[in-house]
Protein backbone atom coordinates (compact mmCIF):
# COMPACT_ATOMS: atom_id res chain seq x y z
CA UNK A 1 0.00 0.00 0.00
CA UNK A 2 1.44 3.68 -0.87
CA UNK A 3 -0.89 6.92 -0.61
CA UNK A 4 -0.65 10.05 -2.40
CA UNK A 5 -2.70 13.35 -1.03
CA UNK A 6 -5.93 14.40 -3.16
CA UNK A 7 -7.39 17.80 -3.03
CA UNK A 8 -10.60 17.16 -4.54
CA UNK A 9 -12.77 14.09 -5.92
CA UNK A 10 -12.74 15.28 -9.84
CA UNK A 11 -12.54 12.81 -12.07
CA UNK A 12 -12.23 10.16 -9.15
CA UNK A 13 -13.72 6.75 -9.67
CA UNK A 14 -13.47 3.99 -6.86
CA UNK A 15 -14.76 3.35 -3.16
CA UNK A 16 -14.37 6.61 -1.29
CA UNK A 17 -14.62 6.36 2.42
CA UNK A 18 -15.81 9.04 4.85
CA UNK A 19 -15.34 8.81 8.21
CA UNK A 20 -18.04 10.93 10.45
CA UNK A 21 -18.88 11.82 13.97
CA UNK A 22 -21.77 11.52 15.36
CA UNK A 23 -24.83 13.71 14.83
CA UNK A 24 -28.81 13.25 16.14
CA UNK A 25 -30.34 10.19 14.91
CA UNK A 26 -33.38 13.35 15.21
CA UNK A 27 -30.96 15.73 12.96
CA UNK A 28 -33.15 17.76 10.52
CA UNK A 29 -29.51 18.56 8.72
CA UNK A 30 -28.85 15.36 6.67
CA UNK A 31 -25.03 14.28 6.22
CA UNK A 32 -23.89 15.44 3.21
CA UNK A 33 -20.71 14.23 0.57
CA UNK A 34 -19.84 14.64 -2.72
CA UNK A 35 -23.73 15.61 -3.72
CA UNK A 36 -24.97 12.39 -1.48
CA UNK A 37 -27.29 13.79 1.27
CA UNK A 38 -27.89 10.87 3.94
CA UNK A 39 -30.78 11.93 6.83
CA UNK A 40 -29.76 10.65 9.63
CA UNK A 41 -32.99 8.72 10.36
CA UNK A 42 -30.80 6.16 8.07
CA UNK A 43 -27.42 7.24 9.29
CA UNK A 44 -26.31 9.68 11.68
CA UNK A 45 -22.30 8.35 12.61
CA UNK A 46 -22.97 6.53 15.40
CA UNK A 47 -20.31 4.49 16.58
CA UNK A 48 -19.71 1.36 14.94
CA UNK A 49 -21.98 1.73 11.72
CA UNK A 50 -21.54 2.60 8.22
CA UNK A 51 -23.52 3.28 5.12
CA UNK A 52 -23.06 2.55 1.50
CA UNK A 53 -24.12 4.62 -1.41
CA UNK A 54 -23.12 4.78 -4.84
CA UNK A 55 -23.08 7.59 -7.02
CA UNK A 56 -21.17 9.03 -9.99
CA UNK A 57 -19.55 6.05 -10.49
CA UNK A 58 -18.41 5.81 -6.87
CA UNK A 59 -18.62 3.67 -3.93
CA UNK A 60 -19.35 5.89 -0.85
CA UNK A 61 -18.92 4.08 2.83
CA UNK A 62 -19.97 6.86 5.42
CA UNK A 63 -18.05 5.05 9.04
CA UNK A 64 -19.43 5.99 11.92
CA UNK A 65 -17.10 7.37 14.92
CA UNK A 66 -19.28 8.13 17.57
CA UNK A 67 -18.91 11.26 19.22
CA UNK A 68 -15.33 11.08 20.08
CA UNK A 69 -12.66 8.17 19.52
CA UNK A 70 -9.77 6.96 20.57
CA UNK A 71 -6.38 5.41 18.59
CA UNK A 72 -7.36 1.69 19.08
CA UNK A 73 -11.06 1.82 18.27
CA UNK A 74 -10.37 4.17 15.18
CA UNK A 75 -7.85 1.78 14.36
CA UNK A 76 -10.33 -1.29 14.96
CA UNK A 77 -13.29 0.69 12.56
CA UNK A 78 -11.33 1.04 10.16
CA UNK A 79 -9.69 -3.09 10.25
CA UNK A 80 -13.31 -3.74 9.99
CA UNK A 81 -14.12 -1.76 7.02
CA UNK A 82 -10.90 -3.39 4.97
CA UNK A 83 -11.54 -6.39 6.40
CA UNK A 84 -15.52 -7.00 6.44
CA UNK A 85 -15.97 -5.19 2.92
CA UNK A 86 -12.96 -6.43 0.83
CA UNK A 87 -15.09 -7.51 -2.15
CA UNK A 88 -15.87 -3.77 -2.63
CA UNK A 89 -12.25 -2.17 -2.79
CA UNK A 90 -10.30 -2.11 -6.05
CA UNK A 91 -7.57 -0.40 -7.62
CA UNK A 92 -9.34 3.05 -6.40
CA UNK A 93 -9.83 3.81 -2.82
CA UNK A 94 -10.02 7.42 -1.59
CA UNK A 95 -9.76 8.32 2.21
CA UNK A 96 -12.01 11.59 2.95
CA UNK A 97 -9.74 12.89 6.45
CA UNK A 98 -12.30 15.05 8.19
CA UNK A 99 -10.91 18.52 8.99
CA UNK A 100 -10.93 18.12 12.35
CA UNK A 101 -8.63 15.20 12.45
CA UNK A 102 -4.98 14.90 13.87
CA UNK A 103 -2.36 13.35 12.50
CA UNK A 104 -2.82 10.49 15.29
CA UNK A 105 -6.37 9.93 14.26
CA UNK A 106 -4.85 9.93 10.31
CA UNK A 107 -1.93 7.29 11.70
CA UNK A 108 -4.48 5.14 13.35
CA UNK A 109 -7.34 5.10 10.45
CA UNK A 110 -4.70 4.13 7.77
CA UNK A 111 -2.77 1.56 9.77
CA UNK A 112 -6.68 -0.18 10.65
CA UNK A 113 -6.68 -0.46 6.99
CA UNK A 114 -3.81 -1.98 6.03
CA UNK A 115 -4.05 -4.16 8.87
CA UNK A 116 -7.39 -5.73 7.23
CA UNK A 117 -5.60 -6.97 4.65
CA UNK A 118 -4.28 -10.23 7.19
CA UNK A 119 -6.34 -13.15 6.92
CA UNK A 120 -5.93 -16.30 9.11
CA UNK A 121 -6.25 -18.71 6.42
CA UNK A 122 -2.06 -19.61 5.82
CA UNK A 123 -2.72 -23.08 4.28
CA UNK A 124 -5.92 -21.76 2.28
CA UNK A 125 -6.31 -20.61 -1.47
CA UNK A 126 -7.31 -17.26 -0.93
CA UNK A 127 -7.30 -14.12 -3.26
CA UNK A 128 -5.27 -11.33 -1.90
CA UNK A 129 -6.70 -7.87 -1.11
CA UNK A 130 -6.94 -5.12 -2.92
CA UNK A 131 -4.17 -3.38 -0.70
CA UNK A 132 -1.88 -5.25 -1.15
CA UNK A 133 -1.82 -4.86 -4.86
CA UNK A 134 1.71 -3.00 -5.40
CA UNK A 135 0.08 -0.52 -7.41
CA UNK A 136 -2.15 -0.18 -5.42
CA UNK A 137 -2.49 3.51 -3.87
CA UNK A 138 -4.31 5.49 -1.52
CA UNK A 139 -5.91 8.64 -1.81
CA UNK A 140 -5.82 11.00 1.28
CA UNK A 141 -8.31 13.68 0.25
CA UNK A 142 -7.71 16.57 2.49
CA UNK A 143 -6.16 20.38 2.62
CA UNK A 144 -3.19 19.20 4.71
CA UNK A 145 -0.50 16.72 3.86
CA UNK A 146 -0.72 13.91 5.94
CA UNK A 147 2.01 11.81 3.88
CA UNK A 148 4.09 11.66 6.81
CA UNK A 149 1.68 9.95 9.31
CA UNK A 150 0.25 7.95 6.57
CA UNK A 151 3.79 6.50 5.62
CA UNK A 152 4.54 5.96 9.12
CA UNK A 153 1.30 4.00 9.99
CA UNK A 154 2.16 1.59 6.77
CA UNK A 155 5.07 0.92 8.56
CA UNK A 156 3.55 -0.32 11.78
CA UNK A 157 1.15 -2.20 9.89
CA UNK A 158 3.99 -3.92 8.46
CA UNK A 159 5.21 -5.07 11.63
CA UNK A 160 2.31 -5.84 12.53
CA UNK A 161 1.08 -7.71 9.99
CA UNK A 162 5.03 -9.89 10.26
CA UNK A 163 4.52 -10.73 13.93
CA UNK A 164 0.78 -11.93 13.53
CA UNK A 165 2.19 -14.16 10.96
CA UNK A 166 5.00 -15.36 12.98
CA UNK A 167 2.47 -16.25 15.98
CA UNK A 168 -0.44 -17.42 14.09
CA UNK A 169 1.90 -19.96 11.82
CA UNK A 170 2.03 -23.67 13.77
CA UNK A 171 4.76 -25.07 15.72
CA UNK A 172 5.80 -27.33 12.89
CA UNK A 173 6.97 -24.13 10.86
CA UNK A 174 7.92 -21.89 13.92
CA UNK A 175 10.93 -23.81 15.12
CA UNK A 176 13.37 -21.71 16.47
CA UNK A 177 16.02 -21.82 13.54
CA UNK A 178 12.90 -20.48 11.30
CA UNK A 179 12.99 -17.04 14.25
CA UNK A 180 16.58 -17.19 13.77
CA UNK A 181 16.76 -16.96 9.80
CA UNK A 182 13.86 -14.31 10.80
CA UNK A 183 15.86 -12.24 12.53
CA UNK A 184 18.73 -12.32 10.28
CA UNK A 185 16.92 -11.55 7.08
CA UNK A 186 15.16 -9.02 8.90
CA UNK A 187 18.66 -7.43 10.20
CA UNK A 188 19.73 -7.47 6.57
CA UNK A 189 16.63 -5.62 5.37
CA UNK A 190 16.30 -2.60 8.06
CA UNK A 191 19.61 -2.50 9.41
CA UNK A 192 20.55 -4.31 12.66
CA UNK A 193 22.86 -6.37 13.37
CA UNK A 194 22.18 -10.12 14.40
CA UNK A 195 24.25 -12.80 16.34
CA UNK A 196 22.79 -16.27 16.80
CA UNK A 197 23.76 -18.84 19.22
CA UNK A 198 23.07 -22.41 18.57
CA UNK A 199 22.91 -25.01 20.93
CA UNK A 200 26.43 -25.50 21.41
CA UNK A 201 28.14 -21.84 21.28
CA UNK A 202 25.00 -21.82 23.95
CA UNK A 203 26.76 -24.32 26.22
CA UNK A 204 30.02 -22.61 25.66
CA UNK A 205 28.85 -19.16 26.44
CA UNK A 206 27.06 -21.35 29.40
CA UNK A 207 23.47 -20.26 29.46
CA UNK A 208 22.57 -23.43 30.87
CA UNK A 209 19.23 -22.59 32.26
CA UNK A 210 18.27 -21.67 28.69
CA UNK A 211 19.47 -25.07 26.98
CA UNK A 212 17.80 -26.93 29.90
CA UNK A 213 14.05 -26.08 28.83
CA UNK A 214 15.14 -27.46 25.01
CA UNK A 215 16.77 -30.58 25.90
CA UNK A 216 13.51 -32.59 25.88
CA UNK A 217 13.11 -31.23 22.18
CA UNK A 218 14.82 -32.73 18.91
CA UNK A 219 14.23 -28.73 17.30
CA UNK A 220 17.87 -27.33 18.07
CA UNK A 221 17.79 -24.33 20.54
CA UNK A 222 18.75 -20.47 18.95
CA UNK A 223 19.94 -17.80 21.43
CA UNK A 224 18.80 -14.47 18.84
CA UNK A 225 21.15 -11.30 19.74
CA UNK A 226 19.93 -8.22 17.80
CA UNK A 227 21.73 -4.88 17.88
CA UNK A 228 20.33 -1.86 16.30
CA UNK A 229 22.54 1.14 16.21
CA UNK A 230 21.01 4.50 14.96
CA UNK A 231 23.27 6.65 12.63
CA UNK A 232 23.32 10.03 14.04
CA UNK A 233 25.06 13.29 15.08
CA UNK A 234 23.62 13.32 18.83
CA UNK A 235 26.99 12.94 21.37
CA UNK A 236 25.09 10.41 23.74
CA UNK A 237 21.96 8.68 22.76
CA UNK A 238 19.73 6.68 25.09
CA UNK A 239 20.24 2.48 25.32
CA UNK A 240 17.23 0.00 25.26
CA UNK A 241 17.66 -3.95 26.08
CA UNK A 242 14.37 -5.68 25.10
CA UNK A 243 14.34 -9.64 26.29
CA UNK A 244 11.36 -11.72 24.74
CA UNK A 245 10.27 -14.99 25.60
CA UNK A 246 10.63 -17.43 22.11
CA UNK A 247 8.93 -20.84 23.69
CA UNK A 248 8.06 -22.26 19.75
CA UNK A 249 5.43 -24.67 21.66
CA UNK A 250 5.19 -25.35 25.20
CA UNK A 251 4.19 -29.05 26.44
CA UNK A 252 4.28 -27.74 30.46
CA UNK A 253 7.05 -30.54 29.68
CA UNK A 254 7.04 -33.41 32.00
CA UNK A 255 4.64 -31.18 34.09
CA UNK A 256 2.69 -31.93 31.48
CA UNK A 257 -0.69 -29.20 30.28
CA UNK A 258 -3.90 -30.91 30.87
CA UNK A 259 -5.78 -28.32 28.98
CA UNK A 260 -5.26 -25.60 26.38
CA UNK A 261 -2.62 -26.86 24.59
CA UNK A 262 -3.54 -26.49 21.39
CA UNK A 263 -3.01 -22.72 21.91
CA UNK A 264 0.87 -22.74 22.84
CA UNK A 265 2.16 -22.30 19.51
CA UNK A 266 1.04 -18.38 20.84
CA UNK A 267 4.06 -18.84 23.39
CA UNK A 268 6.86 -17.30 21.91
CA UNK A 269 4.18 -14.21 21.89
CA UNK A 270 6.99 -11.98 23.67
CA UNK A 271 9.93 -13.06 21.37
CA UNK A 272 7.82 -12.18 18.59
CA UNK A 273 6.98 -8.50 19.88
CA UNK A 274 10.71 -8.06 20.15
CA UNK A 275 11.57 -9.41 17.04
CA UNK A 276 8.30 -6.85 15.24
CA UNK A 277 9.63 -3.78 17.78
CA UNK A 278 13.18 -4.52 16.35
CA UNK A 279 12.00 -4.23 12.76
CA UNK A 280 10.17 -1.26 13.71
CA UNK A 281 12.81 0.72 15.02
CA UNK A 282 15.00 -0.20 12.31
CA UNK A 283 12.52 0.50 9.75
CA UNK A 284 11.55 4.30 11.38
CA UNK A 285 15.27 4.40 11.89
CA UNK A 286 15.12 6.14 15.75
CA UNK A 287 17.92 7.88 17.46
CA UNK A 288 17.88 5.49 20.41
CA UNK A 289 20.24 2.12 20.70
CA UNK A 290 18.27 -0.82 20.86
CA UNK A 291 19.50 -4.56 21.74
CA UNK A 292 17.17 -7.33 22.12
CA UNK A 293 17.23 -11.08 22.82
CA UNK A 294 15.38 -13.70 22.18
CA UNK A 295 16.05 -17.07 23.67
CA UNK A 296 14.05 -19.66 21.13
CA UNK A 297 13.52 -22.90 21.75
CA UNK A 298 10.89 -25.79 22.01
CA UNK A 299 9.24 -27.14 25.57
CA UNK A 300 8.61 -30.63 24.68
CA UNK A 301 8.76 -34.04 26.20
CA UNK A 302 11.18 -36.83 25.83
CA UNK A 303 13.59 -39.24 28.05
CA UNK A 304 16.05 -35.85 27.96
CA UNK A 305 13.30 -33.36 30.18
CA UNK A 306 14.15 -31.30 32.22
CA UNK A 307 13.10 -33.21 35.66
CA UNK A 308 10.90 -31.24 38.67
CA UNK A 309 12.97 -31.53 41.89
CA UNK A 310 16.44 -30.92 39.29
CA UNK A 311 18.64 -28.57 40.45
CA UNK A 312 20.03 -26.54 37.18
CA UNK A 313 22.84 -23.57 36.60
CA UNK A 314 21.92 -20.38 34.90
CA UNK A 315 24.20 -17.51 33.08
CA UNK A 316 24.96 -15.56 35.83
CA UNK A 317 26.23 -18.49 37.89
CA UNK A 318 22.76 -18.58 40.23
CA UNK A 319 21.61 -22.34 40.69
CA UNK A 320 17.64 -22.90 40.43
CA UNK A 321 15.33 -25.63 41.86
CA UNK A 322 13.02 -26.64 39.17
CA UNK A 323 9.26 -27.32 41.44
CA UNK A 324 7.71 -27.40 37.71
CA UNK A 325 8.60 -27.76 34.18
CA UNK A 326 5.55 -25.25 33.24
CA UNK A 327 7.39 -22.90 34.63
CA UNK A 328 10.34 -22.67 31.87
CA UNK A 329 9.61 -19.06 30.13
CA UNK A 330 11.47 -17.61 32.85
CA UNK A 331 14.25 -19.78 32.89
CA UNK A 332 15.19 -18.44 29.44
CA UNK A 333 14.18 -15.05 30.84
CA UNK A 334 16.36 -15.63 33.26
CA UNK A 335 19.44 -16.21 31.26
CA UNK A 336 18.38 -13.45 28.71
CA UNK A 337 18.24 -10.70 31.30
CA UNK A 338 22.00 -12.04 32.63
CA UNK A 339 23.45 -12.08 29.02
CA UNK A 340 21.89 -8.75 28.09
CA UNK A 341 23.46 -7.33 31.52
CA UNK A 342 26.38 -8.19 31.04
CA UNK A 343 27.50 -8.08 27.94
CA UNK A 344 25.19 -5.08 26.76
CA UNK A 345 24.50 -2.88 30.26
CA UNK A 346 21.69 -0.94 28.67
CA UNK A 347 19.89 1.98 30.57
CA UNK A 348 16.56 0.22 30.57
CA UNK A 349 15.91 -3.10 30.37
CA UNK A 350 12.21 -4.47 29.61
CA UNK A 351 11.37 -8.28 29.21
CA UNK A 352 8.44 -9.33 27.73
CA UNK A 353 6.45 -12.68 27.80
CA UNK A 354 3.36 -14.60 28.21
CA UNK A 355 4.30 -15.92 31.37
CA UNK A 356 1.58 -16.89 33.45
CA UNK A 357 -1.95 -17.81 33.53
CA UNK A 358 -1.98 -15.84 37.01
CA UNK A 359 -2.32 -12.67 34.59
CA UNK A 360 -4.84 -13.95 32.69
CA UNK A 361 -6.63 -13.82 36.15
CA UNK A 362 -6.26 -10.89 37.10
CA UNK A 363 -7.00 -8.81 34.13
CA UNK A 364 -8.87 -11.04 31.64
CA UNK A 365 -7.82 -9.99 28.24
CA UNK A 366 -7.89 -6.53 28.60
CA UNK A 367 -4.28 -5.29 29.65
CA UNK A 368 -1.35 -6.53 30.78
CA UNK A 369 0.72 -6.58 33.91
CA UNK A 370 3.36 -4.52 34.43
CA UNK A 371 6.10 -4.87 37.22
CA UNK A 372 8.58 -2.15 37.62
CA UNK A 373 9.97 -0.34 40.49
CA UNK A 374 10.79 2.61 38.48
CA UNK A 375 8.17 5.52 38.58
CA UNK A 376 9.59 7.14 35.63
CA UNK A 377 9.89 3.95 33.64
CA UNK A 378 6.25 3.16 34.62
CA UNK A 379 4.32 6.34 33.78
CA UNK A 380 6.09 6.33 30.44
CA UNK A 381 5.32 2.48 29.69
CA UNK A 382 1.96 3.22 31.17
CA UNK A 383 1.22 6.41 28.80
CA UNK A 384 2.23 4.83 25.74
CA UNK A 385 -0.15 1.99 25.76
CA UNK A 386 -2.77 4.23 26.97
CA UNK A 387 -2.00 6.75 23.85
CA UNK A 388 -2.05 3.57 21.15
CA UNK A 389 -4.68 1.58 23.13
CA UNK A 390 -2.34 -1.12 24.37
CA UNK A 391 -3.08 -0.87 27.81
CA UNK A 392 -0.79 -1.90 31.21
CA UNK A 393 -1.13 -2.26 34.77
CA UNK A 394 0.65 -2.32 37.38
CA UNK A 395 0.94 -5.29 39.92
CA UNK A 396 3.51 -5.26 43.55
CA UNK A 397 7.06 -6.20 43.33
CA UNK A 398 7.17 -6.44 47.52
CA UNK A 399 9.81 -8.30 49.10
CA UNK A 400 7.05 -9.89 50.92
CA UNK A 401 6.66 -12.21 47.83
CA UNK A 402 10.12 -13.09 47.81
CA UNK A 403 9.90 -16.27 50.45
CA UNK A 404 7.99 -17.69 47.86
CA UNK A 405 10.98 -18.24 45.46
CA UNK A 406 13.34 -19.41 48.19
CA UNK A 407 15.04 -22.55 47.82
CA UNK A 408 16.53 -24.84 50.64
CA UNK A 409 18.46 -26.99 48.03
CA UNK A 410 19.73 -23.92 45.70
CA UNK A 411 19.77 -20.30 45.29
CA UNK A 412 16.28 -20.14 44.18
CA UNK A 413 12.95 -21.86 42.47
CA UNK A 414 11.32 -21.37 39.52
CA UNK A 415 7.79 -21.86 41.20
CA UNK A 416 6.35 -20.79 44.44
CA UNK A 417 4.47 -24.40 44.48
CA UNK A 418 1.30 -22.57 45.32
CA UNK A 419 -1.93 -21.87 43.04
CA UNK A 420 -1.69 -17.90 44.43
CA UNK A 421 0.26 -14.64 43.26
CA UNK A 422 1.61 -16.53 40.44
CA UNK A 423 1.96 -13.48 38.16
CA UNK A 424 3.65 -11.76 41.33
CA UNK A 425 6.09 -14.77 42.54
CA UNK A 426 7.30 -14.82 38.62
CA UNK A 427 8.28 -11.38 38.73
CA UNK A 428 10.34 -11.49 41.72
CA UNK A 429 11.83 -14.71 40.40
CA UNK A 430 12.97 -12.34 36.64
CA UNK A 431 14.00 -10.01 39.46
CA UNK A 432 16.48 -11.93 41.26
CA UNK A 433 18.11 -11.93 37.52
CA UNK A 434 18.20 -8.10 36.96
CA UNK A 435 21.34 -7.62 39.35
CA UNK A 436 19.23 -5.19 40.87
CA UNK A 437 18.81 -2.89 37.68
CA UNK A 438 17.77 0.63 38.33
CA UNK A 439 15.49 0.84 35.64
CA UNK A 440 14.00 -3.03 34.81
CA UNK A 441 10.16 -3.44 33.70
CA UNK A 442 8.82 -7.06 33.03
CA UNK A 443 5.36 -7.00 30.97
CA UNK A 444 3.49 -10.27 31.14
CA UNK A 445 1.39 -10.20 28.33
CA UNK A 446 -0.19 -13.66 28.59
CA UNK A 447 -3.97 -12.63 28.29
CA UNK A 448 -3.41 -10.07 25.44
CA UNK A 449 -0.80 -11.81 23.20
CA UNK A 450 -3.92 -14.63 21.43
CA UNK A 451 -7.19 -14.30 21.53
CA UNK A 452 -10.62 -14.13 20.15
CA UNK A 453 -11.86 -10.82 18.07
CA UNK A 454 -14.20 -10.42 14.96
CA UNK A 455 -11.33 -10.79 12.33
CA UNK A 456 -11.44 -14.84 12.93
CA UNK A 457 -13.38 -17.53 14.32
CA UNK A 458 -10.58 -19.31 16.46
CA UNK A 459 -8.21 -17.86 18.61
CA UNK A 460 -5.28 -16.13 17.02
CA UNK A 461 -2.24 -13.36 17.41
CA UNK A 462 -2.82 -10.15 18.61
CA UNK A 463 0.98 -8.44 17.74
CA UNK A 464 0.77 -6.75 21.26
CA UNK A 465 3.89 -5.26 22.31
CA UNK A 466 5.50 -3.82 19.02
CA UNK A 467 3.46 -0.70 18.74
CA UNK A 468 3.84 -0.16 22.66
CA UNK A 469 6.99 -0.42 22.51
CA UNK A 470 8.18 1.30 19.94
CA UNK A 471 5.87 3.97 20.49
CA UNK A 472 8.15 4.11 24.23
CA UNK A 473 11.37 3.94 22.07
CA UNK A 474 10.49 6.76 20.54
CA UNK A 475 9.63 8.88 23.23
CA UNK A 476 11.83 8.23 26.39
Not at 110 to 129: A, I, M, N, R, S
Not at 192 to 198: A, N, P
Not at 214 to 224: A, L, M, R, Y
Not at 356 to 385: I, M, P, R, W
Request: aromatic fraction near 10%.
Amino acid sequence: MKTKNIKNLEGFTGVVLIPVFETNPKNLVPIEFHGISVPSSVFYGKKDTHYVAEKYDCVHIFIGLGKKIDYKSLKTIARRIASKERDIFGKNVALAIPEVFTIQQVEAMVLGLFLGTYQLGHFKKKEKHAFLDPKFVLGLLSKTDFSDSAARAIKIAKAQIEILYLVDLPPNNITPSYLAKWANEQGNQHGFTTKILDAEAARIEGLDAFLAVGKGSDKEPQFIIMDYVPTTDMPKIKHVGLVGKGITFDTGGLNIKTTGMVHMKSDMAGGAAVLGTMHLVADLKLPIRVTAIVPCCENAVDSKSLLPSDVIKSYSGTTIEIIDTDAEGRLILADGLSYMIKNYKPEILIDIATLTGSAVGTFGYECAALFTNDETLLQKLQHSGDEIGERLWRLPLWDAYKPDIESEIADVKNYSGKPVAGAITAAKFLEYFTENHNSWAHLDIAGVAFGDDEFAKSKHATAYGVHLLTHFIENI
